[in-house]
């Protein structure tokens, strides 16, 4: 069976300083990828989706940049964090077919910025 | 454009109330994928259905139902016989055939649900 692992679970982070996030998936090869972004008491907001190594598309503009170095690996980064940073940050996948299929989301990591 | 509206911020009821959960969608497609998620307060979302524009059967699963209509735009979410364990924020979200092997996700602003004991 499928597997998305992401971590670290929480995070508190100074202004400025650099941000690492890593998301993994296992049991399934060459899935889509997706970074989403949920703040306090709001919806979710795709960062960027990945359908392929290498291959990152970006939704929004932002100080955040995504790269995928292995079929399964997923990785949010920043070099300098802004408070308007802190949310909830989710990794899904999905089948990569020629229609949508359902993504299934990792547990999450919880970002504080101060 | 594409967009999901889910008009109603939050819901409380009573244990085994019904309860349902609104969803209107635009979409320019003529083939798109509809979906509910489900984000209980340890965060992860869950998976609940999958529903494509050429698919207007009613389904039901256990104690949850879900009424799709074209006409009205809407893809709507009922829990009968409500339970504590129900509470959580419900999203609903489009898809369109038109983002090809992308599979993007819209979601709605979600809704909050909280049943009372």
């Known amino acids: 069976s499928q597997t998305i692992h992401q971590w670290p679970a929480t995070l508190v982070q100074p202004v400025g300083s650099p941000l690492s996030l890593e998301c993994t998936v296992e049991?399934?090869?060459?899935?889509?990828l997706y970074w989403y972004r949920q703040a306090a008491g709001r919806g979710l907001q795709l960062l960027f989706y990945s359908v392929g190594i290498g291959q990152i598309s970006s939704e929004v503009p932002q100080n955040l940049s995504a790269s995928r170095p292995q079929d399964r690996q997923f990785i949010l980064s920043s070099k300098k964090l802004l408070l308007s940073d802190s949310g909830f940050y989710l990794c899904?996948?999905?089948?990569?077919?020629?229609?949508?299929?359902?993504?299934?989301f990792g547990p999450g990591t919880r970002l504080t910025v101060t | 454009a594409q967009k999901v509206t889910q008009a109603q911020t939050e819901i409380s009821v009573v244990e085994k109330e019904d309860v349902t959960l609104d969803c209107v969608y635009e979409t320019r497609d003529t083939t798109y994928y509809l979906f509910w998620y489900k984000q209980p307060p340890s965060g992860e979302l869950v998976f609940l259905i999958r529903?494509?524009?050429?698919?207007?059967q009613n389904e039901i699963s256990g104690r949850y139902s879900w009424n799709f209509q074209k006409s009205t735009s809407s893809f709507n979410f009922t829990i009968t016989a409500s339970q504590v364990v129900d509470s959580a924020v419900y999203f609903c979200?489009?898809?369109?055939?038109?983002?090809?092997?992308?599979?993007?996700?819209?979601f709605g602003q979600g809704t909050t649900l909280q049943v009372k004991p």
């Open positions: 979200a489009l898809s369109e055939h038109g983002s090809g092997n992308t599979g993007k996700l819209i």
């Open positions: 529903r494509n524009s050429f698919d207007e």
């Open positions: 049991g399934t090869s060459n899935p889509n």
């Open positions: 899904a996948w999905s089948v990569a077919k020629r229609g949508p299929d359902e993504q299934y």
